[in-house]
């Protein structure tokens, strides 16, 4: 039987946020040039990436704590904690390298797309064999990674098949253990950052050669990023016109497809600003690039993406990737070679 | 009347007196297409170290090389779908020869000598009848066209020699993308596609065929490495789903079941469904493979099938088997040294390298 699911428990947004992004691409826009620019790594650094990997081990942290505590997979403290630390992750979901990679640690975080439906296969073995052994910190972080992490809580907390699985008591253990083990990861990507890769991007010097492989590491990261929105969160669920995928989009169960698109344009944007560093026509072709876009995902009303199946819905969603691809094109022709990044010889044409 | 090819067979004929050698040339050890800064395309002879040993101009986008066992000739392949393949004098950058694909043929982008250096084989699409083809010619004729026979599948992209019991064997990559020229580059036959590995002899009879399991018909078998020990590597590219959890990179014995490696391990995501070129290293303990797309290179412990090391190297695709380990070319410029758990840029060259790094053997 599928698994059935309710309206999601909250709101993601409100009317009123739209007036907030249009006044902040204002304010943003009014006030930078006035402004003596700091160094774009730092800029970056300070104001984007350690504030986001704070927020994401610290709400990890809070997820914990609610888990150890609550076990009905509906109560709305633990929904709402879970929540916020998901949306923690999204907003960092781009940052794909250094501390996240060490000991696969985002994959463990983020076991996501799973074409091969592991994440349910590998829980219920869990819910199975009740092993005591997975209830531990070192267990559970030995075990396999499409059974740890926001997607596999997601099945645990949202999907009927798991909410009200048996032993009711191992269950709630091993949710708990899955939130803990969602916190040590966090940590340890934080406390990275925090303690040698945040010095290490700002002193290239080993790592990085120079600052210019900073910045091509940072604009990777954005087109990781803007790759992942239109490829795999819209992509993969749009299929085709003759074949939606519906079931395919990201956290459905939850609720939270068009609200990943949201979260994670929103964490673009202000990269790809700090990127242009201080190039103002080009802050504003990519400010009006990224409205576009964002303002779009908003709007959608379809927070399951639902409308890739309906012809009536289907074309926002199109229009939306066709957006998003638009600014992936504007990036790559216009920032990236005063990055020094060109488009690569072989990574566009294969063979 | 002189014809063309009797003209160049002459050519060639007296160039073989004093018998002259690749060790002419310094002994390059790898052979790679590039792209100028200009926008010209030519193909290069590197030494071990990296440095450009010799550049020869190409009409356009070149693919892969083969090179003579014995004579300082390279055959560079068009990239596909290939026009020409142009034979050359390496010590000059004389042009000796045009190959044109015969009528509804045209070259994929790879090839290779025979043992004896009499024969170059080319993988061809026999676009009108959809059929995969290996071209033979014969070398001391001016590399006249002397026949071809069926490459065993679809789409014959890389090609390899290896040595079996009976004798030299080709091991064909049979990708299994139906393409036509008049479509460009489309693919045409996804829903029925079935690469395969192909093992045939010189003369064109087949010896075994691998296949993957059906679920695995969307990954297509591009591109190949051998080991010492005569062992296959198989490099694949993803024709399904983005975001599909697939292997890539696969070892064949012919005679056993084909082991695919790292199956399962996330950091397979990190190609992005593509497997450029794949190398082993010169003990065959590891084995490499390229993406351009992921920006990555991964190597992988034949035993176990690990994942052992990830190189970040951005448009990565060129690889071989070095010295001490690897070596790796970008579409930057970049030649780069993989060895052990380090990377180390031996070279940068104001030249966009294009998909592959031949060794001469």
Known sequence: MPPKTGPPSYVFWKASDLKHIIFALAISAAFTPSLVRADIVDEILDDQVLPAMQALAESSEDLAQVAATICRPGASPLRAAYHRAFDAWVRVSHLRFGPTETNNRAFALAFWPDSRGKTPKTLAKHLRSADPALLTPEGIAQSSIAGRGFYALEFMYFDQNFTSAKPHEYRCALTAAMAQDIAVNTAAIHRDWQDSYADQMRNASGRYQDETEVKQELFKSLNTGLQLLADMRLGRPLGSFDKPRPKRAEAWRSGRSQHHIVLALQSLQ????????????????????????????LRLDDPRLEGVADPAKRFRLEALQQEINDLRALIESDLGPSLGVLAGFNSLDGD | MTSRRGFLAGLLASSLAPTPSWADLGRPAFLTAAKNPDGSYLLAGLSEAGAIQFTCPLPGRGHAAAAHPTRPEAVAFARRPGRFADVIDCRNGTPLARLEPPKG???YGHGLFTPDGSRLFTTENDYENGRGRIGIWEVARGYRR???FDSGGIGPHDMLLRQSQSGPQLAIANGGIETHPNSGRAKLNLPQMRPNLSLLSLDGQVQEVMELAPELHLNSIRHLA??????????????????ADLPLLGLYEPGTPPDL?????PRLRNMRGYGGSVAFSPDGLTIAVTSPRGGVVQVMETSSGHIIKEHALRDVCGLATAQNGFIASTGLGAIAALTGHTAKQLRHHDLAWDNHLVPLT
């Not at chain 1, 242009?276 to 779009?296: N, S, V």
Request: glycine share 12%; net charge negative.
């Open chain 1, 270 to 297: 202000p990269l790809a600003i700090a990127l242009a560093d201080g190039d103002q026509d080009l802050i504003a072709r990519l400010e009006a690039a990224f409205q576009k876009p964002i303002l779009r995902a």
């Open chain 2, 105 to 107: 043929h045209h070259f």
């Open chain 2, 146 to 148: 002397i026949g071809s």
């Open chain 2, 226 to 243: 051998i080991s010492s020990q005569g062992i296959l590597g198989f490099a694949m590219q993803w024709q399904g789903d983005p975001g």
């Open chain 2, 261 to 265: 490696l790292a199956e399962g391990d």
